[in-house]
């Protein structure tokens, strides 16, 4: 662990930011969301008091140690206090969780996140003030009854008022330009990408000029409740 924090790279002549985060609990969740930050380019230590799990993840993150997080002090000879970032994803119940969340806030460094297994817990982790609680599994039948009721729509995010951000399909707009349809002024939504029909790539924040065609596909940000009265 070099312990310099932030780094920046370029890569197509624009800065990144590569952090250095801390994963502890390396289960379907912890792994699933480790890999994911070494395949985005972060460098990701582990931490599990499982030898089997710790065997698995020492094949895919650039660090993995077995021990037990529930000691400030172990967490402090690991070098955790310099990271910028600690995601805490243990599941045998929530005591636990809240110790090792208690003993990251200790070391006074990282930003955290934390895996909560109900709403209670996440209460707690709420008022303890970790940047975000995450229940998994609430957020993704939430995401999913979105998607039932609303096709085409690809996140929400319910901390902005229900944002939603939602792909549409152009047939009623066919030769009308942004600038025309004011999309912001009659729907409250913008519109952040255009793939025009029989292309592959989307090309992101389009002038207002553009003009739309039959088929074009559409990636919009808006209240999730106006864009089913949008017909396209």
Request: charged letters at 20%; proline letters at 3%; hydrophobic letters at 45%.
């Amino acid at each position: 662990m070099s312990g310099s924090g932030q780094e920046a790279r370029k890569r197509g002549g624009v800065a990144e930011i590569i952090l250095e985060i801390g994963v502890i609990g390396l289960g379907k969740f912890g792994l699933r969301m480790a890999t994911t930050l070494v395949s985005l380019g972060h460098t990701v230590v582990g931490l599990d008091l499982s030898e089997a799990r710790v065997q698995v993840a020492e094949e895919l993150l650039h660090s993995v140690y077995k021990a037990d997080a529930t000691s400030v002090s172990v967490l402090r000879s690991l070098h955790f206090q310099e990271l910028d970032w600690v995601v805490i994803c243990v599941g045998e119940g929530f005591e636990q969780s809240l110790i090792i969340t208690l003993n990251v806030q200790e070391l006074g460094g990282p930003k955290i996140w934390v895996k909560a297994s109900n709403e209670e817990h996440r209460k707690i982790l709420h008022r303890l003030h970790v940047d975000r609680a995450i229940v998994p599994e609430t957020e993704a039948a939430v995401m999913a009854a979105h998607q039932l009721t609303n096709p085409g729509m690809l996140d929400l995010i319910p901390k902005y008022g229900g944002i939603a951000i939602q792909e549409l399909t152009v047939h009623n707009w066919h030769g009308k330009s942004l600038v025309e349809l004011d999309l912001i002024r009659q729907f409250g939504v913008v519109v952040m990408g255009i793939r025009s029909a029989g292309k592959r790539e989307f090309a992101f924040v389009p002038p207002a000029h553009t003009v739309l065609h039959t088929g074009d596909t559409l990636v919009v940000a808006g209240r999730a409740a106006t864009m089913k009265n949008i017909e396209p």
